[in-house]
């Protein structure tokens, strides 16, 4: 058996985050939305400040793919519009239309897209219920999270 996990990552979210995302996962509905989290790594804290969307044309009910083009778009404007020295990419959001959590494949997709950071991405999962599903990775690995509302 392994060992728990002692890795704990807290995660901050703001109430501009929870409210872009609501939003998006509310108008797409019965499609999933998604998009990118915006913030910055405080020692082991990751603040979510703002949530963007990004469209995906081919959305459907179970699935929503980041376009890297798109994304890399939507990251740059919001960057520029928020003008904060901090704010940067720290991971992703999407909605799911029904009362269920990040799949085994959200989850994975988190995991691989954080081998690229030296700090713990972050997903967001947006239940039709209204329930934030979070989980975090750093270098490939599953963290446990600690959340807060800000
Ligand atoms: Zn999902």
């Not at 797409?28 to 990118?36: I, K, M, R, V, W």
């Not at 740059?76 to 940067?88: I, M, N, R, S």
Request: charged share 20%.
């Amino acid at each position: 058996m392994r060992a728990p996990n002692p890795d704990v990552v807290r995660v901050l979210i703001h109430s501009d985050a929870r409210q872009t995302i609501k939003t998006a996962a509310a108008r797409a509905f019965p499609l999933e939305a998604g998009g990118l989290l915006l913030g910055w790594w405080d020692n082991d804290m990751v603040v979510v400040r703002a949530a963007i969307e990004v469209v995906d044309p081919a959305a459907t009910g179970t699935s929503w793919i980041r376009h890297e083009g798109l994304a890399q778009r939507a990251l740059d404007q919001a960057v520029a519009k928020f003008g904060h020295p901090w704010l940067g990419y720290i991971g992703d959001w999407h909605s799911h239309p029904a009362a269920c959590d990040a799949s085994q494949q959200d989850r994975q997709s988190i995991r691989i897209a954080s081998l690229a950071y030296a700090q713990p991405l972050v997903l967001i999962v947006h239940r039709r219920d209204g329930i934030i599903d979070i989980h975090a990775a750093r270098h490939g690995r599953p963290q446990t999270v600690s959340a807060e509302s800000i």
